[in-house]
């Protein structure tokens, strides 16, 4: 199986075809506007676990990697899923693999960024006031669903590079 068939499955069995990529777009000044606090909580909670900490040969490092971080998350939801998306994952979970990161502590730190990034969308999504109504919450829950599906894609590609 090659490449793109391989990512072709992954997509259909996730879920995250043209019409949620299509939405994932959408939701990308969402993620712009939020990508910085959600890496400071992230980057905040690395400095206070030494073995996260001493990833990092210092702050102009660990500035450097939030800012990568931060780009790739506009490329996730640009929703062009093609080879150079693919390529640049891969490059990303063998750069972890090389530095001996292991998955725990990638798998948790995605936890702390989705996590802000579900606040983000909830906050901005909420319904105000009585007339929110159903298709506020559908329409957030279908946003929420595409935000995860992605993440989660993302994590599957970088991790799957370690095995």
């Known amino acids: 199986m ?3 068939q391989s990512l072709s499955q992954r997509l259909d069995f996730i879920g995250l075809g043209p019409q949620e990529q299509d939405r994932l777009r959408k939701l990308r000044p969402l993620v712009e506007r939020s ?12 400095r206070q676990v030494p073995q996260m900490r001493a990833m990092f040969r210092d702050d102009a490092n660990m ?7 931060a780009e790739h998350w506009r490329v996730i ?5 093609g080879e150079a998306y693919v390529k640049g994952v891969r490059a990303i979970g063998a750069t972890h693999a090389r530095l001996g990161l292991e998955p725990r ?5 995605y ?4 996590e802000q ?14 007339m929110g109504g159903k298709t506020g919450a559908k329409a957030a829950a279908e946003d929420l669903g595409v935000m995860v599906k992605a993440a ?4 599957d590609l970088a991790i799957t590079i370690y095995m």
């Open 117 to 130: 990034f579900v606040h983000a969308l909830i906050e901005d999504r909420w319904p105000k006031g009585l």
């Open 105 to 109: 502590w990638y798998i948790g730190g």
């Open 152 to 155: 989660m894609l993302d994590m």
């Open 2 to 4: 090659n490449a793109d």
């Open 111 to 114: 936890a702390r960024v989705t």
């Open 77 to 81: 939801t640009s929703g062009d899923y």
């Open 63 to 69: 500035d450097h990697a939030k800012a990568k971080q």
């Open 35 to 46: 990508v910085g606090p959600a890496l400071d909580v992230f980057y905040g909670k690395i």
